[in-house]
């Protein structure tokens, strides 16, 4: 089974800008799924962004414009570049692949982003 491991996370100023990577175990250049989840404490855990298969991208609405998820197939690894962020962008922040739509989704350990001034 994949490996996910995230790496990026921190404390960053409002306005300041962050950028969290994800190395896979296993090639993710072709999944139904491949994107970032957070969550907050006392939240549900929520859908960041994602590149669904076919290389649509899915934002949530309060990080359009903001964030930007990218994949590298040749390196296995995908990212999420986010400015601009805000206190409410604080969460724990976790990639997941999930390669079927019918199918088990993959977790990384999540990293922290803090944005606090």
């Known amino acids: 089974q994949v490996q996910l491991v995230e790496s990026g996370g921190g404390l960053v100023q409002p306005g300041g800008a962050l950028r969290l990577s994800c190395a896979a175990s296993?090639?993710?250049?072709?999944?139904?799924?491949t994107g970032w989840y957070r969550q907050a404490p006392g939240k549900q855990r929520e859908l960041v962004a994602a590149?669904?298969?076919?290389?649509?991208?899915n934002y949530a609405d309060s990080v359009k414009g903001r964030f930007t998820i990218s994949r590298d197939n040749a390196k296995n690894t995908v990212a999420l570049e986010m400015h601009s962020l805000k206190p409410e962008d604080t969460a724990v922040y976790s990639c997941?692949?999930?390669?079927?739509?019918?199918?088990?989704?993959?977790w990384g350990q999540g990293t922290q982003v803090t944005v606090s001034s």
């Open positions: 590149i669904m298969s076919g290389g649509i991208t």
């Open positions: 997941a692949v999930q390669y079927y739509f019918i199918g088990f989704k993959y």
């Open positions: 296993e090639s993710i250049s072709s999944t139904y799924l």
